[in-house]
């Protein structure tokens, strides 16, 4: 057994896989309606104006803008109603000065026109319209191109599509766009100990868990996850997976990267590539292994479900966020109060995971082998190696899940 | 043309449509890997207790804790190897006084063993194992059980199934789950004025852009959204689509709810179910219908985009959530300045949207048909109906998209 002979700060880690973790460049084509938060991958121009044509932004009356100066509730300006435009309509009907024309919000503004009444500022009366409230010129109407003009930059390289960009993309008529492929990963549990879903494990296996958390924290974060069945603790077996996901621009083992009977992935590694770290000062998660072959990105997560969950939260999800385009999120943090004392490791980066309770951050972890530390936390809290506890009712940020 | 007689406040409508909202209580199975951001439609109960033995939390030796008792860096005990469990390994060895077992991390702890000492604390000699530290009975040993034990509650009815929660149910050798099945929502643009992507409008036309962003509104809030084609403003073709979607549990037409021509929404609805609200005091999106036929919600949204998004945000978006039994967001809100003074409309209550920069709230609101007003969003501010400003450096609450 080789012990770690030393570990490296979380923060070390941290800007060395920001370092490694490149954006991947490839474009791919995707419908809009399956769009919702990719990364779009070009400038995207407006090649039409939007609205294409004036329009009127009210249900009410066209008219010239002038024919109603110092209307009021009790002197109103009288108006001969000449036609009605609905939304859609294509009409030739012109405003002149004391006409109006009915019209529908959306409708083109006829022509002649410089503003609309809003509806509950008039009053039919036998043929005439009373107008109660001047407008000004421009007043209710929409002008072409006010949305967006034909050759504005709309939409940038690296935006998230989201519901309103998806709009931005509907409005220019645009079906299809142009996002960045998704990073691959490939995940693969490894070790002798790891029974397949499905099967009766033997008196000394434990169910795969790792394969599953991963798999659905690399796809949350942007990326295509595909599962491996589980890896012997072999230098043949480790090598045929590897040979195997040579495309995948990501390979995650779980277990395997402890010490023990389990140096082989980092021999495996330091044969066909580069072992970058191994060992992090973080708790749990420990025994980390980063490394790269060619252009892959290689990890071995410790096999215990809480540790490796944790890694996948604190180290893996940021450099998969990155190789996605993705932000970094801004909205899943919040700032809570502790709801007792913690006490960590003086040296070790601890995460503690939390549930949010009566609006107090609530400790849940168990141990880190426990994945109910996990199922039960909403979120967690970090502590700096340079903290041995943290008082109760003291404010800490949590990272939400 | 019927102008709105009375519009009802926000609050109102929200607590209309809470009570409305139903959630759905059907189930539906997907395997693991599939169940990520669904809720859970069971209680699950530990049918085996993980982990599944007593097993090692470390590498190192399992010893008889007793042994090591005063242990120290001048004066270590010494130990027999026995032998070595690896992870997966059916050992039948046994640890007597005197005796140590190596053992990886998740080994079985090998039988009359108590504790297991790291091997960071241990030196082999010759044939003999040094201990530097005492361990006391049960350290860096997982009992059986000790994350859940057999029969223990570790889901409940109602979890929203992530990647600690996805990694409790394959510990426990779970691979499909019932989850609620999502509640289903028809989208239908309606009104002569809208153009199908794809097509070319006509000059009285703009595309079709809000049932691309409610249907991706839909889907980020739990919800299965099947889009349909545009629907012309009259009764036979409005009453043909609900004929078609009778099976949907939402339908949201888009247009079709202003006043003007477009009441035919109204009165279809009136005929066939019941008109619940129409007109809200918001701004943008007042002219907001909701009815119901039989069990079924029916949303006629205005027409202008930003409107009609806006009240999606508002409105739909928490009555989805409370269909899929989704909590409504705790994580994405957050506090900013606001970057400059906004002026709002005394008894409507406004949405802003805004942009964060340089963490400050900018507002980016354009006007209520503007499409890039939501496209350069990330959130929006609510600017309460009594307020008719808010000044420059300001607080908000931002909600993120």
Request: charged residues 25%; contains cysteine.
């Amino acid at each position: 057994m080789r012990p770690f002979s030393s570990l490296i700060p979380l923060e070390d880690a941290r800007s060395v896989l920001r370092e490694h973790a490149k954006p991947v460049l490839q474009h791919v084509t995707v419908r809009i309606e399956n769009s919702a938060a990719r990364v779009i991958a070009v400038d995207v121009e407006a090649r039409i104006n939007v609205p294409p044509f004036a329009r009127s932004a009210m249900d009410g009356y066209a008219v010239v803008a002038e024919d109603t100066y110092g209307a009021g509730e009790f002197s109103p300006r009288s108006l001969k109603v000449v036609g009605v435009v609905r939304a859609g309509d294509e009409s030739d009907i012109k405003v002149s000065p004391g006409h109006a024309v009915e019209v529908a919000t959306g409708a083109v503004l006829p022509e002649g026109a410089d503003a609309v009444v809003k509806v509950e500022r008039t009053e039919i009366t036998d043929d005439a319209l009373k107008v109660f409230k001047p407008v000004h010129p421009q007043e209710n109407v929409s002008q072409a191109g006010s949305d967006m003009a034909s050759g504005a930059l709309v939409l940038k390289h690296g935006d998230v599509l989201h519901p309103g960009k998806i709009g931005v993309l509907a409005a220019l008529g645009i079906e299809e766009v142009e996002v960045l492929r998704k990073p691959t990963v490939a995940v693969a549990p490894t070790g002798n100990e790891v029974c397949e879903l499905g099967k009766e494990p033997t008196p000394s296996q434990v169910y795969d868990v790792n394969s599953y958390t991963i798999m659905s924290l690399a796809e949350r974060n942007g990326c295509d996850a595909t599962r491996h069945p589980v890896v012997e603790d072999t230098l043949e077996s480790i090598g045929a997976l590897l040979d195997k996901v040579k495309e995948s621009d990501v390979v995650i083992f779980s277990g395997g990267s402890s010490v023990g009977e389990r140096d082989i992935l980092v021999d495996v590694l330091a044969e066909r590539g580069d072992v970058i770290f191994h060992g992090v000062q973080i708790k749990p998660g420990k025994p980390t292994l980063f490394g790269k072959i060619g252009e892959q990105l290689v990890f071995g997560l410790p096999g215990y479900p809480a540790a490796c969950l944790t890694v996948g939260n604190a180290l893996i999800a940021p450099a998969l966020r990155k190789m996605a385009s993705l932000p970094e999120g801004k909205a899943n943090r919040g700032r809570f109060k502790l709801a007792k004392r913690v006490v960590s490791t003086l040296g070790r980066h601890q995460f503690l995971t939390v549930r949010i309770e009566n609006e107090m951050a609530v400790p849940v972890f168990k141990e880190s082998g426990a994945i109910t530390s996990l199922g039960d936390a909403e979120g967690y809290v970090e502590i700096p190696d340079n903290m041995d506890f943290v008082e109760k009712g003291e404010i800490v940020e949590v990272v939400f899940f």
